[in-house]
T-cell receptor
Framework: KNQVEQSPQSLIILEGKNCTLQCNYTVSPFSNLRWYKQDTGRGPVSLTIMTFSENTKSNGRYTATLDADTKQSSLHITASQLSDSASYICVVRTTSGTYKYIFGTGTRLKVLA | GAGVSQTPSNKVTEKGKYVELRCDPISGHTALYWYRQSLGQGPEFLIYFQGTGAADDSGLPNDRFFAVRPEGSVSTLKIQRTERGDSAVYLC?????????????FGPGTRLLVL
């Protein structure tokens, strides 16, 4: 069964600190992996998109990595800010003849002053 | 330009009623997606449109759910005989052409509560 699992479920860090969020997936066949940021009450906003051949991609203070062999991805946030408080969702797209996106349940990050 | 918009932002209805949720994608985007997000969960894929046609409707949970996009722009998600379990946030997203590595832009969602 196609699944995307994220850890930790929730995380609290102090402003200025770094953190890393994990995503493991069993989706096959694989097309691409995305990380989204979702503020409370808002729709998700795309941070990064990585295809099979990409190992790392950065977007400002956000850096995503992908290991397609072990089916793992991580999102590293550097020098966290209060505005980073949100849910971070990992999404894997499959190419199984359809256009399905399989979403993880997200990691809820809280950055404290 | 304007992003994806959805109306209404909130909808409260009674069990058994019919509801329509509207999505206005970004102008020029041919691909449109509907998702459902329950509290504390990630979004769940419902249906994907490429232009006017539903390219993939395999995520629709049952035949009470139906979506249309008659002119390839605005889309309406229709839910018949609503049940309490239909309560969720319904998210719409659009992308330029629907190719695999393309960015999806999400709307703010419609919060549906079935009493």
């Amino acid at each position: 069964k196609n699944q995307v699992e994220q850890s930790p479920q929730s995380l609290i860090i102090l402003e200025g600190k770094n953190c890393t969020l994990q995503c493991n997936y069993t989706v096959s066949p694989f097309s691409n992996l995305r990380w989204y940021k979702q503020d409370t009450g808002r729709g998700p906003v795309s941070l990064t998109i990585m295809t099979f051949s990409e190992n790392t991609k950065s977007n400002g203070r956000y850096t995503a990595t992908l290991d397609a062999d072990t089916k793992q991805s991580s999102l590293h946030i550097t020098a966290s800010q209060l505005s980073d408080s949100a849910s971070y969702i990992c999404v894997v797209r499959t190419t199984s003849g359809t256009y399905k996106y399989i979403f993880g349940t997200g990691t809820r990050l809280k950055v404290l002053a | 330009g304007a992003g994806v918009s959805q109306t209404p932002s909130n909808k409260v209805t009674e069990k058994g009623k019919y509801v329509e949720l509207r999505c206005d994608p970004i102008s020029g985007h041919t691909a449109l997606y509907w998702y459902r997000q329950s509290l504390g969960q990630g979004p769940e894929f419902l249906i994907y449109f490429q232009g006017t046609g539903a390219a993939d409707d395999s995520g629709l949970p049952n035949d009470r759910f139906f979506a249309v996009r008659p002119e390839g722009s605005v889309s309406t998600l229709k839910i018949q005989r609503t049940e309490r379990g239909d309560s969720a946030v319904y998210l719409c997203a659009s992308s330029l052409s629907g190719i695999h590595a393309e960015t999806q832009y999400f709307g703010p969602g419609t919060r549906l509560l079935v009493l």
